[in-house]
Structure formats: C-alpha cells, structure tokens
C-alpha cells in the first residue's frame, strides 16, 4: 500500500513537472526570446516614421527629404546635397530597412584612448535621421571586426568627442556588414534611373505618284 502511495506521489510530481516545462515553453520562453530580441534592436523606430536623413562619408554629405504628393498622400524621396534630384526608392528603402530592423550581435565597451582601433575616431560613415515627431537618432560606422561579418558602431553618441583621457566607457555595438554595403554606394544609385526615351516611329515619307514622275 506504501508502494501504491509512492508511486502515485511519482505520478503527481512527474505531472507537476510537465505541466511547469509546457507552461515555460508556451509563455514564459517566448517572452524571454521577445525581450532578447528587442534589446539587441539597433532602434525602435519603424522606416515610415522617417521624414529626413543625412549619410555623412569622408568624400561627401548626401540629405535626403520624404515629399508627399497632394493627391493619395503618397511619399517619395527626393535628394536635396549633393545635387537636387528624385532619390532611388530602392537605395532609401535598403538604408531604412537595415536601420528600422537591424540588430546587433553584441556590445563591448572600449575608452575614449581606443575610438581610433575600431574607426570610430574618423568613421566611415555617419547616418543621422529626423522623425515625424522630430526626433533624431545617429548611427556611427566605423571599421570591419576581424570576422569580417560585422561593423563597430555606436548609437546615439553625443555630439561632442570624448576627451581621449576619459576613463568612461563607451558601448560599442557590432551591427551587420550590409550597412557598409547600405551607405557606400555611388551617387548614381543614390538617384532614381531615368525612364529610358522611347523613339518615335519614323513616318516615311510618301511615294511619288506616277503621275507626278
């Protein structure tokens, strides 16, 4: 009878224990996988939010401004520096998209002495954005890590420089390779292709009647 208790007491916790793992792996762990993943999001803002951007390189500084037509309130994108110009929608969207939903991999933090190892004294690119409420955000680019999968980065930094005796740590973030690919492109693609001419046809001309040869 003592055995029979046991094992009932076996059956019960065993119970207990499954109903704990379904419980975990129903509500719990997808939580936990949520919050991960919305803390290793770069930003929190969506691309339709974004009504004006700059990309900052050592050659050059291009802006760009969203423009809505007045009928069906559509937007599109027009280059404002270097040159005026319909910007390519497929250019804009690839940037936006990599900055609306791109994560980083990890974050270390360096000092202010050690900016320069990582290219982020002289960055190779710099992308700042103003949203619909006017907020701006800054991305930072600075080199390749040694996996050559990843870029150093820092978001959100103050405008001025830290002091390079700073003993204050600085979060350095490592964010996907296709932001170098996103903001190093010529300024070519940065603009919309025009629409290839059509000829018009040739009218040929009439054949003389016999009574005019």
């Known amino acids: ?3 029979q208790k046991n094992t009932l007491v076996l059956i019960a916790v065993a119970l207990s224990m499954i109903g704990l793992v379904s419980l975990y792996e129903t509500q719990v762990s997808p939580k936990q996988e949520a919050a991960k993943e ?3 999001k770069i930003f929190t803002f969506k691309s339709d939010r974004v009504q004006f951007f700059t990309v900052k390189t050592p050659e050059r500084i291009l802006t760009f401004e969203r423009v809505y037509a007045r009928k069906g309130g559509k937007s599109s994108w027009e280059m ?3 040159v005026q110009a319909h910007a390519s929608q497929a250019s804009v969207d690839f940037l936006l998209d990599r ?3 791109g ?3 990890r974050t270390i933090n360096i000092t202010a ?3 320069p190892e990582f290219g982020l004294d002289k960055p190779q690119a710099t992308v700042t954005v103003k949203l619909d409420n006017q907020e701006t955000h800054r991305l930072v680019l600075g080199k390749t890590d040694f996996s050559g999968r990843f870029l150093y980065a820092r978001v959100n930094p103050p405008e001025a420089p830290p002091q390079k005796n700073s003993a204050e740590n600085l979060p350095v973030l490592l964010v996907p390779f296709d932001f170098k690919n996103a903001v190093n492109r010529p300024l070519s693609e940065w603009k919309k292709a025009a629409a290839p001419k059509t000829e018009k046809p040739q009218t040929p001309s009439p054949e003389p009647s ?3 040869q």
């Open 1 to 3: 009878m003592k055995l």
């Open 38 to 40: 919305e803390k290793q």
């Open 80 to 82: 404002k520096l270097p």
């Open 99 to 101: 900055l609306a939903t």
């Open 103 to 105: 994560k980083s991999d």
């Open 113 to 115: 002495a050690q900016l």
């Open 210 to 212: 016999p009574e005019n």
